[in-house]
């Protein structure tokens, strides 16, 4: 390109150029992302929500955690089978396959918010995901967002119980 040439920005550029409302902190420039960050950025769904007040975690929620869940959903399934076979819980004749649906999303529940070390592995796996922008607005509410991620894999894994029951029975 030549001096004073611009090149015409990409959906995803232009998206974030504008400082859509899907996205707390994706205001900057690209110029000013690393080639890391504009990766991540790449990678994700573009998911539409409704407006929300910038630099709230509900903001936060819908622009960053929301695309990164259902870009790795297949991920976090996985995981959950996986805790399940580990405990002896999985399988067709396992403990989780044999109990009633709202006893499962109690189970799923109750798995993640009780085991910390399982709940950590799954809030890393969100977290190893933030751009460098999205890291420190995390840190700067991790609470209240740890809170959101939580919440939001439960009723993700919720809604999804034949398939972690299928493809649970298909694994043995």
Same mark, same amino acid.
């Given at each position: 390109?030549?001096?004073?040439?611009?090149?015409?920005?990409? $959906?995803?550029?232009?998206?974030? @150029?504008?400082?859509?409302?899907?996205? *707390?902190?994706?205001?900057?420039? /690209? &110029?000013?992302?690393?080639?890391?960050? @504009?990766? /991540? =950025?790449? %990678?994700?769904?573009?998911?539409?929500?409704?407006?929300? *007040?910038?630099?709230? $975690?509900?903001?936060?929620?819908?622009?960053? %955690? !929301?695309?990164?869940?259902? /870009?790795?959903?297949d /991920?976090?399934?996985? =995981?959950?089978?996986?805790? =399940?076979?580990?405990?002896?819980?999985? &399988?067709?004749? &396992?403990?989780?396959?044999?109990?009633? @649906? $709202?006893?499962?999303? +109690?189970?799923?529940?109750?798995?993640?918010?009780?085991?910390?070390? #399982?709940?950590?592995?799954?809030?890393?796996? *969100?977290?190893?995901? #933030?751009?460098?922008?999205? %890291?420190? +607005?995390?840190?700067?509410?991790?609470?209240?967002?740890?809170?959101?991620?939580?919440?939001?894999i439960?009723?993700?894994?919720?809604?999804?119980?034949?398939? %972690?029951? !299928?493809?649970?029975?298909?694994?043995?």
């Amino acid at each position: 390109m030549s001096k004073g040439t611009t090149r015409e920005a990409s $959906p995803r550029e232009a998206t974030l @150029q504008r400082g859509a409302t899907h996205s *707390v902190k994706r205001k900057a420039t /690209l &110029g000013n992302m690393t080639t890391k960050d @504009q990766a /991540l =950025l790449a %990678l994700r769904p573009q998911i539409d929500t409704e407006p929300t *007040v910038e630099q709230s $975690p509900e903001a936060f929620q819908n622009g960053t %955690l !929301r695309s990164i869940l259902k /870009l790795h959903n297949d /991920l976090f399934t996985s =995981l959950f089978r996986n805790y =399940l076979v580990k405990r002896k819980q999985g &399988g067709p004749d &396992g403990r989780f396959a044999r109990i009633t @649906q $709202p006893e499962q999303v +109690a189970y799923i529940d109750h798995t993640i918010r009780t085991d910390q070390k #399982f709940k950590n592995l799954l809030v890393g796996t *969100v977290v190893g995901q #933030f751009t460098t922008a999205e %890291l420190s +607005a995390f840190l700067a509410d991790e609470a209240e967002l740890t809170r959101r991620i939580v919440g939001m894999i439960i009723d993700r894994l919720s809604s999804q119980l034949t398939l %972690l029951i !299928r493809a649970d029975q298909a694994a043995e």
